[in-house]
């Protein structure tokens, strides 16, 4: 029993980290109907920018009070984040926008590559995994036979709040409304009055912002990254915004909490072990796909276009 | 096309052409570095004195004398299309100069290496630089003249006559492109410790041939080439048969060559089936290498190999159907859970199928792939007595190790190709293009939509099969780690760089992805990041590849298949109507006037 | 138009005159080093010794420190004029941890004219591929790193074992006897008793563990349970959530350091503070760095470091030279390749020419070469196999790796 509920623990805090990539995900997906392959990576170097932000701007003494580094970290790995989101959307994604649909695949593919590159060559030491500062209260909470660290608690807890922040901006603000316009119809919201360039670059300023506190807080729950937990990651956020059903906020996280459950569970208790826990996902992800492509919270016309 | 802008009046352009020409010619006597470079002399005796024996220039050097004394004579003589001639001479003598100064400069540790050091001087390259971007200025000045239309009737002859004398033609032109081939291959030398400049000498040679192909195109000779072999097709199929199988024979003969050009063919085999799937059917798949390794591990398990757990030992013919096979089947397998699933969701649901082979194989899923120790030690292929892994000689040459496995994957190619065609010619070929262009309307037409795409994937599958059972013979052992998400997008991109839905396409998109990586081994670490660049570059750029479909080509450029531009003809089209209007207007005044 | 054209040209005259003005990086002699260069006689040529190892990619830490290392090692002979008449190079290839790229390289290494050696490789998998090409061509092959039994003793390697491979050696110890001999101190001389075994799955990792617990269970101890790690995972909470309620007393990991470090760390962190141990792979500060614990063991070929000066000369030598990256966990037993290569080649030229053909005798005069390396003592025996059978096992305290126990294991 004790196992269940670390199990149950453990993938709720993976759940969370997801939950905010895949949050980028499927706001992308809605806005532009691309598949942006390459936001795993947006994860990955924002979880470096907190890294390079600790590592030569904060002074040493700095270093150990994690409430003056944490928030410095997340400000700046949420800046490099966004800025090579902008950089994506202005200069790989915008002149195709009316491309057939492999063009941009292929080119989200090629960035989620060389970003990877980028990092590994010219990140000094990085072509092994890095050790991360955990900046946070470093106790290991016990709560009866589950124990979770305290930066796993706070992976939870940011990323619940932020999501209900962002589903509150996307539903009751002005720019929510154009956003949601723009994927519906983006001629119409044009006529509407609505600068669809503008919106589509607030979408990945958004999903890059979260993707980057994701990327500061798992570096500080792990304690340690490399230039590869983007590519990981970011299938497994991909797949929680299918399930969740693409293009609905909730479903992706909800989706993401699931697909958490599914890695830990999974790998305890299904034949195989943790060695399949990844062929489990994937089968998901095929099943989802084959059987309800609209997910669990999607409308069904979504998927034809 | 659009005409440069030309910066100069048109008067200035042959002086300007001439200056460039001459400057080349200069350029390639004068030296190129002031000292001899701490690595080693660079090749081609970069520090030949001033104005010495012009004759004894080789390589880079040779190459730029060579496009001097073209530009000359085309400037002054009467050629065709003039402009793109020197315009693509221009260019190529820019690229040899600039590429071979950048690297003088950086190994030399700086600017003095390519000016002047100690009392030594050497303009060289900046000489050939400035003579490449006058030659090119000189050109746009020009009129751009269309590409010239040679008639198919070689010499005006008719009949059998005329007949022989295309072939002629042809023969010449391929034996000629078989040269050039494998002087690429053997350009700069094999690279490491020996050669260590192979990487620049080799770039600067293909801005050579880069050079030659581009004058050749616009003298209007490689169109009229590709229309020639059109026309005699069985001829030209078979003499390029004959070409590939006597690339042994040529320079690039070496047991590395041959070694190099089979995994070529593997991969090229495997792209023509991932062609079929992507560009035929218009599927995206993104996890195609499964199907290669799955041809793969069954090889491996029939081959006695001493760590296979299935102990069967099949001669080889068998044991490739057998892969081919069981690939095949898989392939349908994959392919009847997507036909609900379209675009982007079905290239993810591909790449799922991908990964799940990639993890259970490194699992040693029943035993079969042997997990993380691999199945190694798979005995070379064994037909007619010989073991394909020894040297063979063949008309009195001694071929290199391996050609066996080469002059075999020659003829795989030349089979899957053969397919490829036929099939691409057949009903369920153009089933698979209705479906890709548009699958509601295929079906509306009656096109059994479903059947359709498990064929493509199960005969994409089946090819891939074939390829890998070759490829693990060759190799010698079948080992989870070929087989990584990474190339199945290296497949994607030598499809889709090489030209979706041709035949051509994927064999030069597959040679491009393996030989370039081989020649330029100096750059090793900065290899991925340049192949994620170079796909950012080509959908942004020329995303139908660099032998198009004609139908593709139109799709990505805005033009009709025969490659009018769609706006040129709406603009026809309201001009024609204009003329109408006007013409009934004076039909009537016409009409008055004769009284009808 | 004109006078845009003239301010053109004199801007580029200007130009080309002011390039004329940098500077260059000559050195006062042809390939560097004026003084000792003159020393050394290179008339004859040069000979080249192959390095063959992923240097980009996932384990590029590792690959290149075995380059490194193998440069050191050359750049000394050069140094000290060890092979008469000759001047020697490293000519390098990326194998990228795949198995048909290393056979590539191979072929690559064995068209090359000159080529007397190969370091190679690292992993065990691409080391198959690689093994046949060399062989074919009669190129000696030394592997820093390939501790898989069956290459140089086949497939039934405990039964009935046949060297498949003459010219394949391995300055490095084998699964067979590293994997025993921490069994033999986690269970007798730390007196654990319920053992949990984690491996990364690949070649390495497996034979190590699989070796480790024939051993274990020999002397009565219990594995309790055996998980795997994914190649690039960095959160391993759901194995060590699987490995937790079987409370072991000690966690024996097959694979590599830089998963090893931060697995250490989130074992501590999820309650189970118990020591991990690993093999030569985790034997490397950047585990401690990456976070292992105090209590942590690992075991490596040879006797420590600072008993031996030719490891003391070997360490400060690397520093000096000023690579950039470590020489990692390989990198000792590459130099020690490297230098038998060396050795061998000196003793086949001794003042003749070298010819290709000559590739056999370096074989034979490394089947019977002896000598001090950064690693102890290195011989080869009859499979090609290193004879120092010398074991060190060393513990984490203070922060730092400290040997706790020297000697060979015996069974």
Redesign the interface.
């Known amino acids: 029993m ?2 269940l509920l ?2 149950i623990a ?1 993938g709720i ?2 759940g969370a980290t997801i939950g905010l990539i895949a949050l980028g995900y499927t706001m992308v997906y809605g806005i532009i ?3 942006n392959f390459a936001h795993g990576e947006v994860f990955m170097v924002g979880a470096f920018g907190g890294l390079a932000i600790y590592r030569w701007v904060l002074p040493e003494s700095w270093q150990e009070q994690w409430y003056i580094a944490l928030p410095l970290m997340l400000l700046g790995g949420v800046l490099v984040a966004v800025v090579i989101a902008v950089l994506m959307e202005r200069f ?1 994604y915008r ?2 926008r009316n ?9 989200a ?10 990092i590994r ?1 010219w990140f000094p030491d990085a ?3 890095q ?1 991360f500062p955990r900046v946070f209260i470093d106790k ?1 909470i016990d709560l009866g036979p589950i ?1 979770i ?1 305290a930066s796993g608690l706070l992976l939870i807890v940011v990323s619940i709040v932020l999501s209900i922040l962002l589903q509150a901006y996307v539903s009751q603000s002005r720019m929510g409304r154009a956003m949601r316009a723009t994927s519906q119809d983006r001629d119409t919201a044009r006529l509407m009055g609505v600068n669809p360039d503008r919106v589509i670059v607030l979408t990945f300023v958004l999903g890059a912002a979260l993707a980057g506190v994701a990327g500061v807080l798992y570096g500080s729950y ?5 230039n ?2 983007g ?2 990651n970011g ?1 497994f956020a ?1 797949t929680a915004a ?1 399930l969740g059903g693409i293009g609905s906020l909730r479903g992706a996280v909800i989706g993401a909490f699931i697909i958490g459950l599914i ?2 569970l999974g ?2 208790y299904l034949p ?8 489990w996902i ?2 998901v ?2 099943l989802v ?2 059987f309800r ?1 609209q997910g669990l919270f999607g409308d069904v016309e979504r ?3 | 096309m659009t005409k440069l802008t030309g910066f100069l009046p048109p008067a200035l352009a042959r002086p300007f052409a001439a200056l460039g020409g001459v400057l080349f010619l200069i350029g390639a006597m004068l030296p190129w570095a002031t000292f001899l470079l701490n690595d080693g002399p660079y090749p081609d005796k970069a520090t030949l004195q001033f104005f010495d024996a012009p004759l004894e220039l080789t390589g880079y050097r040779w190459n730029l004398l060579l496009f001097g004394v073209f530009a000359l004579i085309a400037t002054f003589a009467p050629t065709p299309a003039k402009a793109r001639v020197l315009r693509a001479f221009g260019w190529g003598g820019l690229v040899i100069s600039a590429i071979t100064a950048i690297f003088i400069v950086g190994k030399g540790g700086g600017l003095g290496a390519i000016t002047s050091a100690d009392g030594n001087v050497a303009f060289g390259s900046i000489v050939g630089i400035i003579g490449g971007i006058v030659l090119i200025l000189g050109a746009g000045a020009m009129p751009l003249d269309d590409v010239p239309h040679w008639s198919t009737k070689v010499f005006g002859l008719d009949g059998w006559a005329g007949r022989l004398a295309a072939w002629a033609v042809l023969l010449v032109a391929f034996a000629a492109m078989l040269y050039l081939v494998s002087l690429t291959l053997t350009a700069g030398g094999i690279g490491g410790a020996a050669f260590p400049y192979a990487g620049p000498i080799f770039l600067a040679f293909l801005g050579f041939a880069g050079g030659l192909l581009g004058a050749l195109h616009g003298l209007g000779i490689t169109g009229w080439i590709a229309r020639l072999s059109e026309l005699h097709r069985a001829f030209s199929i078979v003499v390029l048969l004959l070409c590939a199988l006597a690339l042994p024979f040529t320079d690039a003969g070496s047991q590395y060559w041959m070694q190099v050009a089979a995994t070529i063919g593997v991969y090229a085999a495997t792209a023509i089936g991932l062609n079929i799937v ?1 560009g035929l059917a218009g599927l ?1 798949d993104l996890g195609y290498v499964a199907f290669l390794g799955i041809g793969a591990f069954v090889a491996a398990n029939l081959s006695g190999a001493v760590a296979s757990t299935v102990g069967w030992n099949l001669p080889f013919p068998l044991a490739a159907l057998i892969s081919a096979a069981v690939a095949g089947i898989f392939g349908a397998i994959v392919g009847s ?2 036909l ?6 079905l ?3 591909t790449l ?2 991908g ?2 082979f990639y ?2 194989a ?2 040693d899923i029943g035993n079969l792939t042997g997990g993380a120790s691999a199945i190694p030690g798979i005995p070379p292929i064994s037909m007619f007595g010989t073991a394909f892994n020894e040297s063979v000689t063949l008309l009195g040459t001694e071929l290199p190790i391996g050609v066996l496995y080469y002059f075999l994957i020659v003829l795989v190619v030349a089979a899957v190709m053969a397919v490829f065609a036929n099939l691409k010619n057949s009903r369920i070929g153009r089933a698979w293009i209705a479906i890709r262009e548009d699958e509601d309307a295929a079906r509306a037409m009656g096109i059994a939509t479903g059947r359709a795409k498990i064929l493509a994937f199960l005969v994409g599958a089946t090819l891939a099969g074939l390829a890998g059972a070759i490829f693990v013979h060759k190799l010698g052992t079948a080992s989870y780690d070929s087989f990584k998400f ?1 190339e199945s ?1 290296t497949l ?2 030598a499809v ?1 760089l090489g030209g979706m839905g041709t035949i051509p396409g994927a064999v030069l998109g597959a040679s491009l992805l393996f030989v370039l990586p081989e020649k330029l081994r100096e750059f090793e ?2 290899r ?2 340049v ?6 570059f ?3 750029f020329r ?1 139908q590849g660099l032998v198009p479909d004609r139908v593709r080509r139109a ?2 450029a805005g033009e009709t298949a025969e490659g009018k531009s769609i706006e040129e003809i709406q603009e026809q089209a309201v001009l024609e109507q204009e003329a109408e209007l006007e013409r009934e207007h004076e039909a009537p005044a016409t009409a008055k006037e004769t009284g009808r | 138009m004109r006078n845009q054209t003239v301010k053109a040209a004199s801007l580029v005259a200007a130009g080309v005159l002011l390039l004329a003005a940098c500077g260059t990086n000559k050195e006062e002699a042809p390939a560097g080093g004026g003084d000792n260069q003159a020393a050394c006689d290179t008339s004859k040529g040069t000979l080249v010794v192959g390095v063959i190892s992923p240097q980009s990619g ?1 384990l ?2 590792l690959g290149l420190g075995i380059k490194n290392a193998t440069d050191l090692a050359v750049n000394q002979a050069n140094e000290k004029c060890t092979v008469k008449g000759y001047k020697l190079v490293v000519q390098a290839e990326d194998d990228q941890k795949n198995p048909q790229i290393g056979a590539q390289a191979a072929t690559k290494l064995a068209s090359t004219p000159g080529v007397v050696g190969v370091v190679s490789t690292l992993n065990s998998s691409v080391s198959q591929s690689v093994q046949p090409i060399l062989d074919q061509a009669g190129i000696l092959q030394i592997s820093p790193a390939n501790t898989n039994d069956t290459l140089t003793k086949g497939e039934n390697f405990d039964t009935a074992p046949k060297r498949p491979y003459k010219t394949y050696f391995r300055t490095c110890t084998v699964d067979s006897l590293q994997g025993p001999y921490a069994a033999d101190y986690l269970i007798d001389k730390a007196g654990k008793k319920n053992i949990a075994i984690i491996t990364d ?1 690949l070649t390495y990792g497996e034979g190590l563990a699989d070796t480790f617990t024939k051993e274990a269970e020999k002397k009565g101890a219990k594995i309790v349970t055996r ?4 190649e ?4 391993f ?3 060590i ?2 490995v ?2 079987f409370k072991p007393d000690a966690v024996y990991y097959g694979g590599q350091y ?2 090893a ?2 697995l250490s ?2 074992l501590a ?3 189970l503070n118990v020591p991990l141990m690993g093999g030569d792979g985790i034997f490397d500060d ?1 585990f401690i ?3 292992g614990k105090d209590g942590d063991l690992a075991t490596s070929v040879g006797a420590p470091t600072e008993e031996l000066d030719s490891a003391k000369a070997f360490v400060d030598a690397y520093g000096k030279a000023g690579y950039k990256e470590g020489f990692s966990a390989y990198g000792a037993f590459a130099y020690d390749a490297a230098n038998a290569i060396i050795t061998s080649l000196s003793k086949t030229v001794g003042d003749k020419e070298w010819s290709d053909s000559m590739r056999a005798d370096p074989v034979k005069n490394t089947q019977e070469y002896s000598g001090e390396g950064a690693t102890g003592k290195v011989a080869f025996d009859e499979y090609g196999d290193s004879t120092n059978k010398v074991l060190t096992v060393y513990q984490v305290s203070g922060g730092k790796w400290d040997p706790v126990q020297t000697g060979e294991f015996g069974g």
């Open positions: 004790g196992t670390q199990q453990n805090v993976l109907q691309l598949i790989a002149p195709l491309a057939p649909r492999l063009a941009p695949l292929i080119t593919l090629g960035v989620s590559v060389a970003l990877q590159e980028a060559l072509d092994a995994a050790p290991q124990e660290s792990i304690t340690n990254v490399d590869s937990i590519f990981q299938i991909f299918v890695k830990t790998g305890q195989g072990g943790t060695q399949y826990d990844y062929v994937f089968v992800l095929i796909l084959v492509p998927v034809r276009a | 992507v995206l859970p997507t609900r699933v379209r675009g982007d969701y290239a993810i649901v799922a199928f990964e799940i993890r259970t490194q699992n990474l997008v994607l991109a889709i670490d900065y991925l990041l192949f994620g660049l170079a796909l950012i080509i959908m942004r995303p799709e990505f | 996932e590029s830490a799955g998980q795997k790690i994914g690039k995972d960095t959160d909470s759901s194995q959530a699987a937790k309620p830089p998963q470090g931060p760390k989130q962190g999820a309650g950047n760095k990456l976070g």
